[in-house]
């Protein structure tokens, strides 16, 4: 913007800090919008701008006093803006710092929230299985207390029609009765 493009605006004395705005906000957003250098002075300091012009022209060397007095001034805004341009790279960086951070946390949270549930799943099929197991066992108990009844009873029924059974009487037996 050092092209020559210059514009000085005067506001009243009470309206000053508004047009610059807060850390020269305002004065910087007038300035990209027009492509404009931009000073911006209270009615009171440019008529002492103007009466200081005229003391200049009438004492030349006064005049390279105040010029060396604009060039400090340039360099103090300037470096005032680099300032700001750098704590404004600082405040970008941190923000994208504690959004990734954050980013970071949930994947992490995820990532525990994923475990634990799987970690659910596989106790819950451990215990599902060792149900399984448990009630094989119990049928299988079942079956061979089953198996051991049907053994028993069928005995029982043996011993029973044995019992039924009439007796075969021997030889001796047969002649002494039909005698």
């Known amino acids: 913007r050092d092209d020559g493009k210059f514009a000085q605006v005067i506001v009243p004395d009470d309206q000053l800090s508004l047009a610059i705005g807060k850390a020269g ?25 103007l009466e200081e012009m005229q003391n200049e022209n009438d004492n030349p060397e006064a005049n390279v006093d105040d010029n060396a007095n604009i060039a400090i001034e340039e360099n103090e805004n300037k470096e005032a803006e680099q300032i700001e341009e750098v704590d404004k790279v600082k405040e970008k960086k941190a923000t994208k710092k ?56 069928k005995k029982k029924v043996e011993e029973i029609e044995i019992e039924k059974k009439p007796k075969k009487s021997t030889k001796k037996e047969t002649k002494k009765s039909s005698k």
């Open 98 to 153: 504690k959004a990734d951070s954050k980013e970071k946390e949930e994947s992490e949270k995820k990532s525990k929230k994923a475990t634990k549930e799987d970690e659910l799943k596989v106790e819950k099929e451990k215990k599902s299985k060792k149900e399984d197991k448990n009630e094989n066992k119990e049928e299988t108990k079942n079956e061979t207390e089953g198996t051991k009844m049907e053994k028993k009873t």
């Open 25 to 49: 906000q305002n004065a910087r957003l007038a300035a990209r919008l027009t492509d404009l250098r931009i000073d911006i002075k209270s009615k009171t300091q440019f008529a002492k701008m």
